[in-house]
């Protein structure tokens, strides 16, 4: 079965064609009105003279046109074509002026893309195809223009009116309304255009560029949350800083503004000179936000801000090549939040976040390469592939070419393309001829699908001190109708790799092809099916450490015992692989109880607990890292690992895992609860950070049974907590459990927070996430709540979404939920089918459960489908799930 709808097209790469007209200017004038708003726009056009076609299309969605002029003459009708999608304008002289006028109503735009209001404020929303929602335009990448924006507005209900670049003037106008012009000098696509008026009170603060020039930084807010932007600005103003030192990169306007607004479908996103964020991503105060909070502000204020080279100054000739911007800026981001904090802890949960979503992802219906082939909804390919897996390419560029070497080609990049709309394969012989190497292979990540397995195995010579390692690639099969995924060829595959002596020690790597070398560490590339490399010089046979900080996004698979894991869990000098040791011991416990084997008595388990509290006592290991050492895979990771998989089972082999640390290192999280409990107040420097990441980890082991005097120390944690961190953690170890303390802490919470969107937020998603067995039965309730409302994606996501993550109890024998998740997929889609279209993603992997489960998940999406009025974005999800 096939869900079916009016008006879908699928785009495909390989029928790009660059546009007919260039518009090199864009004026746009303003004159808002909540339910009319007047947008008038003057196009200065030029002709490409590459193109052949003589007609301008002009794309535009839910507009009502009331003029439209060339050269300041009114156009006869039967010189232009108008309908749902396009306006289309015949027989244009080579360079002209086309003027249009439209209204549209930003009051009814539930589906926040183009100009709607929030909260009382106008706001837009542009990336990547909400432009055309705001008046016609060629709104394609590709066509980069500058932009002078006059905005008119009420006084009192528009106080403040921002766009992009730099304010040239403001004047006052008649019958209390006022005019403020704003100007651009970059070119920039339509996507970066941004609007934002309203009653917004500014943070401000500056920075000085390396070049002495003075920028304003202004963080514009709802006036109640203007106590909460401290962190945001310090946050920008680190990451100015940082893309000066590290990339010589230096921020080009007058001012830079940030805005926070509440409903918003996306993180942020990199307007020129103005962002928009979700107020997510903005506001952060010790007593409101979580340590993970403070984190991610800091991380997507960075990205943001980075997009203004990787992404704007330089950006994609078409949204194929989104992963030229997204990855390039994501491990950016990645590299600066490494620098701030742990290295190590940054790494692993970079790791842990793309094994969770993006292997998954790569194995499943919409598996599609980081560079896609087709769409036909563009919203649909913000995905865990396009930004993560292509964070891990460009990484992978950087453990090639060396920082050094990596510098050396976004130099020439930039020198080559600034203000340019460029591609992949742009970048990549940026990175080639910036290094006089040959980078041609790599484009085999861009083209196919699927996550590569890499096997390897070892022979040891005892005689002659020889040891060789032998490693070969293959993939797990795709359906054909995977795009890409048929004729899948061997990708070049960076492997860092260590020989590790019975103590530990790194051992000189040579290679008998060459003569002596000291290097206790080499980068060993796999090109081809299958490559051996054997290394001379050895006096014992070494234990090998290899992929060592994950250098490249593939699956490892070699054949080693209990022994030699536990061995690199207490040994290895690589924080990632010493904490992926641990994980893989884990991970075969998990799996075999989850089969049904009795692991309660094996040595596996004996010897993975005994590793375990040797890393437990390990003084030298700061306390982030050694939560992550503690914390076992996530059920939906294990569930990666079998095949008709059963969500109870993997849950209590999960928690049945637990209980077994728990027990026998009681003692031992009671100690270090206790003395990390008595710290002293509050303090967001990363020592602290690291007791509480610890301390609320030891808690959550000390939780587990339920018992009367553990869920006290949760009470007691949650009543005395002077920070959300704290206050959020005792309330998830209490919400598991019937009965107790858990209603009272909850009402507590509501009633201290109620008044607060985003730690109310934190009040829905932690009773969604909670494995109490009438999760469900909440969830239904919590829906009917009058704090609940489908206008916010931030509440629908704190709730549905998290709910629909739970594996336990989204997954229940009845299909109860995947039939709630199916009722508001239904509701949502009408207003918000980017929303709508993420929610039903979580029935798209129906196929890897139990007979059972796989029927109930897609009963739902074929009632889902057999609606005909779906949009497109939640009907390539859905096709492409039942068609799998």
């Known amino acids: 079965m096939s869900a079916t709808s009016p008006s879908v097209k699928t785009i495909y790469r390989k029928d790009y064609s660059p546009p007919a007209f260039w518009v090199d200017q864009v004026e746009l004038l303003f004159d808002l009105k909540p339910n009319a708003t007047v947008v008038s726009a003057t196009l200065h056009v030029r002709r490409n003279e590459q193109q052949s076609d003589k007609r301008l299309v002009l794309d535009?969605?839910?507009?009502?046109?009331?003029?439209?002029?060339?050269?300041?003459?009114?156009?006869?009708?039967?010189?232009?074509?108008?309908?749902?999608?396009?306006?289309?304008?015949?027989?244009?002289?080579?360079e002209c002026i086309v003027e249009t006028r439209v209204v549209i109503n930003p009051s009814a735009n539930k589906q926040l893309s183009g100009l709607y209001r929030t909260s009382g404020n106008f706001c837009t929303q542009c990336e990547a195809q909400g432009f055309r929602r705001i008046t016609y335009f060629p709104d394609r990448p590709d066509v980069m223009s500058t932009y002078r924006v006059t905005l008119r507005g009420d006084r009192a209900m528009c106080p403040v009116m921002l766009s992009n670049g730099n304010r040239i003037s403001e004047s006052q106008l008649n019958d209390?309304?006022?005019?403020?012009?704003?100007?651009?000098?970059?070119?920039?696509?339509?996507?970066?255009?941004?609007?934002?008026?309203?009653?917004?009170?500014?943070?401000?603060?500056?920075?000085?560029?390396?070049?002495?020039?003075?920028?304003?930084?202004?963080i514009w807010v709802e006036p109640r949350n203007l106590d909460q932007c401290e962190y945001a600005l310090g946050s920008l103003q680190k990451a100015m800083r940082w893309d000066e030192d590290v990339f010589g990169l230096e921020y080009d306007l007058d001012v830079y503004m940030i805005v926070a607004v509440d409903d918003f479908n996306m993180g942020a996103m990199e307007n020129k000179g103005l962002n928009v964020f979700n107020s997510k991503y903005v506001l952060a105060a010790s007593e409101t936000a979580t340590d993970e909070d403070f984190l991610g502000v800091e991380a997507v204020i960075a990205h943001e801000y980075f997009h203004n080279w990787t992404g704007n100054r330089v950006t994609c000739r078409d949204w194929f090549q989104l992963t030229l911007k997204e990855g390039l800026t994501v491990f950016r981001d990645q590299q600066f939040t490494a620098d701030q904090s742990s290295a190590a802890v940054k790494r692993i949960d970079d790791v842990v976040s793309l094994r969770g979503r993006q292997f998954a992802e790569d194995c499943g219906p919409m598996a599609h390469p980081i560079r896609p082939e087709s769409y036909i909804a563009m919203d649909n390919f913000y995905t865990a592939t396009v930004y993560s897996k292509g964070a891990e390419i460009i990484r992978m560029y950087h453990t090639l070419l060396?920082?050094?070497?990596?510098?050396?080609?976004?130099?020439?990049y930039f020198q080559r393309h600034d203000n340019n709309a460029v591609t992949c394969d742009d970048f990549r012989a940026a990175m080639a001829d910036a290094n006089r190497v040959d980078l041609s292979l790599l484009d085999r990540w861009y083209s196919q699908p699927g996550t590569p397995e890499v096997t390897a195995s070892e022979s040891w010579d005892h005689n002659s001190g020889r040891y060789t390692l032998t490693l070969s690639q293959s993939y797990p099969p795709l359906p054909d109708s995977i795009p890409g995924a048929a004729a899948r060829r061997p990708v070049p595959i960076p492997v860092r790799t260590a020989l590790l002596s019975s103590s530990g020690k790194e051992l000189p790597l040579q290679l008998d092809t060459e003569g002596e070398n000291e290097a206790t560490e080499r980068l060993l590339i796999l090109e081809t099916d299958q490559q051996s490399w054997g290394f001379t010089g050895l006096g014992e046979r070494p234990v090998a450490s290899l992929l060592r900080g994950f250098s490249a996004p593939v699956r490892l698979k070699m054949d080693r015992d209990e022994r030699q894991l536990a061995f690199l869990m207490a040994h290895d000098s690589d924080t990632f692989n010493r904490w992926d040791a641990g994980q893989t011991v884990a991970l075969r416990l998990l799996v075999a109880h989850a089969r049904g084997e009795d692991i309660s008595e094996g040595e596996l388990l004996q010897g993975y607990l005994d590793a375990v509290g040797k890393q437990m006592r390990d003084e030298s290991l700061d306390g982030s890292y050694q939560s992550l050492l503690l914390t076992l895979p996530a059920e939906a990771t294990i569930g990666q690992e079998m095949k008709a998989c059963d969500p109870a089972a993997i849950h209590a082999a999960r928690q049945f895992l637990r209980q077994q640390i728990a027990t026998v290192h009681a003692a031992w999280f009671r100690s270090i609860y206790d003395s990390l409990s008595n710290i002293g107040s509050y303090r967001n420097d990363q020592r602290s950070i690291d007791a509480r990441r610890l301390k609320n980890t030891a808690l959550a082991y000390l939780t587990l049974d339920g018992t009367e005097e553990s869920l006290e120390l949760a009470a007691r944690q949650f009543n005395q907590s002077d920070n959300m961190t704290d206050t959020e953690a005792a309330l998830r170890a209490l919400v598991d459990h019937a009965g107790g303390p858990r209603e009272a802490a909850l009402q507590r919470f509501y009633d201290k927070y109620r008044q607060l969107p985003l730690v109310l937020d934190k009040w829905f998603a932690v009773q969604a996430a909670s494995s109490d067995e009438n999760t469900l039965e909440r969830v239904v309730a919590l829906t009917k709540h009058a704090d609940f409302t489908l206008a916010n994606p931030n509440r629908v996501r704190a709730l549905i979404y998290t709910f629909a993550t739970n594996q336990a109890r989204f997954h229940r024998i009845d299909g109860a939920g995947y039939e709630l998740l199916a009722d508001f997929v239904l509701k949502i889609d009408p207003d918000n089918p980017q929303l709508?279209?993420?929610?039903?993603?979580?029935?798209?992997?129906?196929?890897?459960?139990?007979?059972?489960?796989?029927?109930?998940?897609?009963?739902?999406?074929?009632?889902?489908?057999?609606?005909?009025?779906?949009s497109k974005d939640v009907l390539e999800i859905v096709n492409r799930a039942l068609n799998f």
């Open 836 to 870: 709508a279209s993420r929610l039903v993603s979580r029935l798209n992997d129906y196929r890897r459960f139990e007979p059972t489960r796989q029927a109930l998940m897609r009963q739902q999406l074929e009632r889902i489908a057999a609606l005909g009025s779906l």
């Open 60 to 94: 535009g969605e839910g507009l009502s046109l009331q003029s439209i002029s060339v050269d300041g003459k009114p156009l006869a009708s039967e010189l232009y074509e108008l309908t749902d999608e396009t306006l289309v304008v015949h027989d244009l002289p080579d």
């Open 402 to 412: 060396g920082a050094d070497g990596f510098r050396r080609g976004m130099d020439l």
């Open 176 to 218: 209390g309304r006022h005019e403020v012009v704003w100007e651009d000098p970059h070119p920039k696509p339509s996507y970066l255009f941004a609007l934002v008026a309203g009653n917004l009170k500014c943070h401000r603060g500056s920075f000085t560029t390396a070049s002495g020039r003075v920028v304003a930084l202004e």
